[in-house]
T-cell receptor, first 108, second 114 residues
Framework: KNEVEQSPQNLTAQEGEFITINCSYS?????LHWLQQHPGGGIVSLFM???GKKKHGRLIATINIQEKHSSLHITASHPRDSAVYIC??????????FGTGTRLTIIP | DAGVTQSPTHLIKTRGQQVTLRCSPI?????VSWYQQVLGQGPQFIFQ???????GRGNFPDRFSARQFPNYSSELNVNALLLGDSALYLC?????????????FGSGTQLSVL
């Protein structure tokens, strides 16, 4: 059983829609990462957070420590946002545990 | 500044062969970690090295080994390749040891084992 669960697995939306991707984990963590992976494999780190909320451009990441849950939001989605979004957590050591990813497709 | 670079980008091997993958971290980064990503799945942690010492190892067999050099570049070696080793191998670097630092990933090496 994967210790990090993401939902949905796949998401298709129209350009301009507000997007939410969810991540749940099983026990207390020291940090949570949101990553973006485009076709071809390269991964870009979007956010690293351990509490509260972070915003960068149209992207917002939140984390609720008590509920062991994080969300990634994309406002005014654009076709270039199409990618796989991966949540990864650190349980206090060097190791990262990854979710299986959410494949996002934005239709023009 | 150059990002994390990995070589080669693609590799085809046959079962039983050995392979070496290379990673150069961002200048000033002392931590390098390796991940295996099988098609359709999230990455799996293989190793982390910091200051040339192994500081973490995932659930991979002893056929997998790695090392970090004095310039902080790293190699991942896989012996006695199996079909199941076919995957994208990713390297990431960061300034410090703990996974509470932002990670910078390379583009990966796509390994195909025939």
């Amino acid at each position: 059983k994967n210790e990090v669960e993401q939902s949905p697995q796949n998401l298709t939306a129209q350009e301009g829609e507000f997007i939410t991707i969810n991540c749940s984990y099983s026990v207390g963590i020291s940090a949570l990462h949101w990553l973006q992976q485009h076709p071809g494999g390269g991964i870009v780190s979007l956010f690293m957070l351990s509490s509260g909320k972070k915003k960068h451009g149209r992207l917002i990441a939140t984390i609720n420590i008590q509920e062991k849950h994080s969300s990634l939001h994309i406002t005014a989605s654009h076709p270039r946002d199409s990618a796989v979004y991966i949540c990864a957590v650190s349980y206090g050591n060097e190791k990262l545990t990854f979710g299986t990813g959410t494949r996002l497709t934005i239709i023009p | 500044d150059a990002g994390v670079t990995q070589s080669p980008t693609h590799l085809i091997k046959t079962r039983g062969q050995q392979v070496t993958l290379r990673c150069s971290p961002i200048s000033g980064h002392k931590s390098v970690s390796w991940y295996q990503q099988v098609l359709g799945q999230g990455p799996q942690f293989i190793f982390q090295y910091y200051e040339k010492e192994e500081r973490g190892r995932g659930n991979f067999p002893d056929r997998f080994s790695a090392r970090q050099f004095p310039n902080y570049s790293s190699e991942l070696n896989v012996n006695a390749l199996l079909l199941g080793d076919s995957a994208l191998y990713l390297c990431a670097s960061s300034t410090r040891l703990w996974a509470t630092e932002k990670l910078f990933f390379g583009s990966g090496t796509q390994l195909s084992v025939l």
